[in-house]
């Protein structure tokens, strides 16, 4: 049998569902949830780490939904698949990064099935859901049988595939801010095949002020160490700058000076820190292009 | 609480359609819907390649969504409509085509016609895959094709006769919009 054996939860509720994470974890049980199971199921065939129990999401009513917030953000369902955010009118129009990740992540048949919020509590550094949320400062809504909770994304990923959830919550949705006015962004990464994870992936983003300077950016990376990686020397060298081929090089060796990429058998410390680099100037390049119209 | 639970080891019924065709059967939680498929319906069409998502051998569709199999568990297709590879020429319906003797898909004449496989163990994940492709995009470029078939993997073709194939498949679907008033191709050699 390729999956390991588990014991099977179906909640229809979403209090129920946290009632049962409760129970299962005062018991001492490794209880994962299963949404679209992309990420859990790939882990579970290569049989690293089993859960013990598995509480399955698809009769809880009330996750599925894309909103949009008091404030404007786009509010994405922990049952939402991948491919609904992607082809959402409300995703593409609030939160731009979110949309340009979509098609990246995996392939179409993962994000048949494959969830946002899936892929964000399952957290793992070469994803890039991740990093976007890092990149847009995503908000998470969490549900336990105590309490009501909103983490910040940068309190978010603690750790490889390791983020502050505790063992009894649930991540109900996950909310993207409205992006700002006159603002580019761009999700870049290298990797051997298309739908590969990255070797390397920049999330980025450029806002131009009124005197067309940059007045801010966020400069994410994926795939570079445990977690998503927020390079704010990079970001704050931008200020002031204007948003041309000059400034978006030397971010890039302020980029490239900072960071401590991991090695592995898939890349070198060397060749993702190069990486990077060429990231952030094609990321930045084409964010720019977007503001100014030349390549919507 | 009405949470279900089942304990590991144990069965529970689920009720889905298969190509479809309503279908009941007593499932662990743990058996994947490539194994259940394969085994307890006997529907060896679909393939287990690489067993962790990557390759697409195993690709269905969920739902009228492509899907991996390998990746599904059973209980989750519970009350949704699976359709595989047998089922294709069927899910033709008046769209579908004769080729030596059999009425077929437009893809799956398509591939005949180009030789689009050889040993033809990816051709079912591709066939699912080609379909969901045209579905969303009935006049994709080359390229737009080769984007859509990237989660599919052959070690026989080097995939030319694959790009080949669908887009012989799109000039026969748009041939026969065409000529709407003709009731089908008449089998001919490539």
Excluded: W
């Amino acid at each position: 049998m390729k999956m390991p054996s588990f014991n099977y939860h179906r909640p229809e509720t979403a209090t129920e569902c946290v009632a049962v994470l409760r129970d299962l974890s005062r018991a001492g049980a490794d209880v994962k949830v299963l949404a679209g199971g992309q990420s859990l199921l790939g882990v579970m065939a290569l049989r690293l780490g089993p859960p013990s129990d598995i509480v399955d999401l698809s009769r809880v009513a009330g996750l599925d939904e894309i909103s949009i917030s008091e404030d404007g953000g786009v509010v994405i369902g922990a049952r939402v698949t991948h491919h609904r955010a992607e082809v959402s009118p409300e995703v593409a129009a609030v939160a731009p990064m979110v949309a340009a990740a979509l098609p990246l992540v995996g392939h179409r048949a993962i994000r048949s099935l494959g969830t946002v919020c899936g892929s964000l509590a399952h957290a793992d550094p070469a994803a890039e859901m991740p990093a976007v949320a890092l990149a847009c400062r995503a908000r998470f809504q969490v549900l336990s049988a105590s309490e009501t909770r909103t983490i910040d994304a940068a309190d978010f990923f603690v750790g490889y595939l390791e983020t502050a959830l505790k063992p009894d919550e649930l991540l109900v949705a996950v909310e993207f801010p409205q992006v700002a006015c006159r603002t580019g962004v761009s999700v870049d990464e290298l990797s051997r095949r298309h739908g590969d994870y990255a070797m390397v992936g920049l999330a980025s983003s450029l806002s131009i002020g009124p005197d067309e300077t940059i007045s801010s950016s966020a400069l994410v990376l994926f795939g570079t160490g445990a977690t998503p990686l927020r390079v704010t020397a990079a970001e704050e060298s931008l200020l002031g700058m204007t948003p041309d081929s000059e400034a978006f090089a030397m971010a890039a060796e302020v980029l490239m000076a900072a960071i401590t990429p991991t090695a592995d058998n898939h890349a070198s410390s060397a060749y993702r820190r190069h990486g990077a680099g060429v990231l952030l100037r094609r990321g930045l390049a084409s964010a720019t292009d977007k503001i100014y119209g030349e390549n919507p | 609480m009405t949470t279900l639970s089942v304990p590991s080891g144990q069965r529970l019924s689920i009720s889905l359609k298969v190509n479809d065709e309503p279908v009941s059967v007593e499932v662990e939680p743990r058996d994947t819907l490539a194994g259940v498929l394969r085994t307890q319906l006997g529907l060896t069409g679909t393939h287990l390649g690489c067993e962790h998502g990557v390759c697409g051998a195993c690709t269905v569709a969920i739902d009228g969504a492509p899907a991996r199999s390998c990746l599904t568990l059973a209980v989750q297709v519970d009350g949704r409509e699976v359709l595989t590879i047998e089922g294709l020429a069927r899910a033709a319906g008046d769209e579908a085509v004769e080729f030596d003797g059999q009425m077929l898909h437009p893809i799956q004449k398509a591939f005949a016609e180009k030789l689009g496989f050889q040993c033809a163990f990816c051709a079912p994940g591709f066939l699912i895959t080609t379909l969901a492709l045209l579905d969303a995009n009935p006049a994709p470029t080359r390229d737009e094709i080769r984007e859509e078939i990237s989660g599919n993997l052959c070690r026989c073709t080097g995939y030319h006769s694959i790009l080949d194939s669908i887009e012989h498949a799109v000039a026969i679907r748009q041939a026969r919009h065409t000529n709407s008033a003709q009731p089908g191709e008449g089998a001919h050699n490539a």
